[in-house]
């Protein structure tokens, strides 16, 4: 089993910066495509950002020049530096991984439990 916990959620001024951070812990014998997504409040929950286990990378269009993915394959972790916020990206932030416990198992798809982030003056 493979949790993944958020942290670096907060409330935060249009125009300013945060950076999450979802690690992953458990019983992993590889983790593939790591990825953030977001959900506010009436709207369906969507894709922001993903990142391969080679560093190759896809955002959503409404976050592309704004926010960056990247991971540390050794601290199990990824992150997503938001910068330049927006009250539109004011959202619950999920973090996903694709995991294979073991070798001979099939891939997984775990999920965090969320952290707030909301942009406010």
């Known amino acids: 089993q493979v949790q993944l916990v958020e942290s670096g959620g907060g409330l935060v001024q249009p125009g300013g910066s945060l950076r999450l951070s979802c690690v992953a812990s458990g019983s992993a014998f590889r983790i593939n495509a790591m990825g953030w997504y977001r959900q506010a409040p009436g709207k369906q929950r969507e894709l922001v950002a993903s990142?391969?286990?080679?560093?190759?990378?896809n955002y959503a269009d409404s976050v592309k020049g704004r926010f960056t993915i990247s991971r540390d394959n050794a601290k199990e972790t990824v992150y997503l530096q938001l910068t330049s916020l927006k009250p539109e990206d004011t959202a619950v932030y999920y973090c996903?991984?694709?995991?294979?416990?073991?070798?001979?198992?099939?891939?997984?798809?775990?999920w965090g439990q969320g952290t707030q982030v909301t942009v406010s003056s």
């Open positions: 990142i391969t286990s080679g560093d190759s990378t």
């Open positions: 996903n991984a694709d995991v294979k416990s073991r070798p001979w198992t099939i891939e997984r798809s775990y």
